[in-house]
């Protein structure tokens, strides 16, 4: 099973992961390097040293001048990286040696050269190479690049860990004012992607599979005083105000993928399809009749015309085809939210819910019972209602 973890918990460790690989790299083959490095240096040394202490001690060995001998190889152990210098006759007796006082360097290595005249072999020239600077300096080299990669992986880490703290924090507070249920949020994008995909199936999608249809919601506004209206209103006025209506009820309908639908004299229809039922689906529709309450009373005290409106939620399974069988099922559910609408005052927002009781819903809102499975709704969670004012205000200002 896949588990899922949070994002600021991912992130970091992803850099961190990579970082860590980088290194453990970029160690194994700087470290073959620098020790290559280190013992070509090393053999340099000891071959530029023979090849001067041979030059040095040519002419005293042929003239058997020892003391010239010895004071040759004590200038090469001079070198604080050349140990010892001896110089061993053709019978591997030795003639002469220069080593300085104390004791052997641990890591000391030993290179000799024979010394030949007309390819006869007239003595061996050995030194003994103290090779622990010389390593130590390459050792140095990667001891640095080590701390440089160390500090450049914390600061990566940490940095990627605020970043993603604060993206996961604001994450979180998207996905909580969209509409679903309160499930505990562990991936913030698995919940995100979980809460918005019901509001991206709009009607101009490519319909997927006919036989299975949609789930359905037919919301119809009862205008109650429709009449009274047409009486106070002259024949202008009163086309102002249902043009007013129509703008409003089409900027609120984009806003939650809903689509208009035809209605009665003193009716308002609007359909929001999903493809499942769910509470979720309710709670988008539930948002986009109460948004569109809201503005519409803005409008009416703007006008200064008293709107008598109530509002009737129905669902069902809809199959799309045959078409027929569709506009059937769909004037049955106008008809079943237009007679609830009929039995409710003005004001209300009604819905009919037979998969749901009122336990069931009061995850997404709070309600009152009004008959058997029709509940009223009583209002929203506090961030839910937050959110709610914010997408009201903004559509006044556009509509209004």
């Known amino acids: 099973m896949h588990r899922r973890y949070s994002i600021e918990n991912k992130l970091p460790g992803a850099v961190l992961g990579l970082c860590l690989l980088l290194g453990i790299a970029s160690a194994i083959m700087l470290a073959n390097q620098t020790n290559q490095l280190a013992t070509e240096a090393v053999r340099n040394k ?7 202490l041979d030059e040095l ?3 005293p060995l042929f003239s058997n001048d020892s003391i010239s001998l010895q004071v040759a190889l004590t200038k090469i152990t001079e070198d604080s990286s050349i140990y010892s210098a001896s110089l061993f006759g053709v019978d591997d007796n030795l003639i002469s040696q220069s080593t300085p006082q104390g004791p052997e360097p641990d890591n000391t290595e030993r290179f000799s050269r024979d010394i030949e005249l007309q390819q006869t072999l007239i003595g061996t ?3 003994a190479v103290d090779s622990q600077p010389i390593y130590a300096q390459y050792r140095n080299l990667l001891v640095n690049w080590l701390l ?3 500090l450049f992986t914390a600061v990566s880490t940490y940095g990627c860990f605020r970043y ?3 993206l996961a924090r604001r994450l979180r507070i998207l996905t909580n004012r969209l509409p679903g249920d309160g499930e505990p949020i562990i991936d913030e994008l698995a919940a995100l992607e979980a809460k918005i995909q019901p509001l991206l199936s709009t009607p101009s999608q490519a319909e997927g599979d006919h ?13 109650k005083n429709r009449q009274r209206l047409g009486n106070q209103l002259n024949n202008d006025n009163l086309e102002l105000l249902f043009e007013k209506i129509d703008y409003c009820t089409a900027r609120a309908l984009e806003l939650y993928g809903g689509q208009r639908i035809e209605g009665g004299n003193s009716s ?3 359909t929001i399809r999903s493809t499942q039922n769910s509470k979720q689906h309710l709670l988008v529709c539930l948002m986009a009749v109460y948004t569109l309450q809201q503005l519409l009373e803005r409008l009416s005290v703007k006008l200064g015309v008293d709107l008598e409106i109530n509002w009737a939620l129905c669902s069902g399974n809809i199959r799309t085809l045959p078409v027929f069988s569709y506009h ?4 049955a559910l106008k008809q079943q939210s237009s007679l609830l609408g009929d039995k409710m005052q003005e004001g209300l927002i009604g819905v009919y819910s037979a998969d749901y009781d009122i336990e069931q819903l009061s995850s997404i809102a709070r309600f009152i019972v009004f008959d058997d499975n029709c509940f009223i709704l009583q209002g929203f969670p506090e961030e839910r209602q937050s959110l709610l004012e914010k997408q009201i205000m903004h559509l006044a200002n556009m509509c209004l």
């Open 46 to 52: 000891s071959q530029t040293t023979l090849s001067r």
């Open 57 to 59: 001690i040519r002419t």
């Open 125 to 127: 020239l050995v030194i």
């Open 148 to 150: 440089l990669w160390s």
């Open 164 to 166: 993603a703290e604060q």
């Open 211 to 223: 036989n299975s249809g949609y789930y359905y919601s037919v919301v119809t506004a009862t205008i």
């Open 268 to 270: 308002i229809c609007f």
């Open 328 to 331: 059937e099922h769909m004037a």
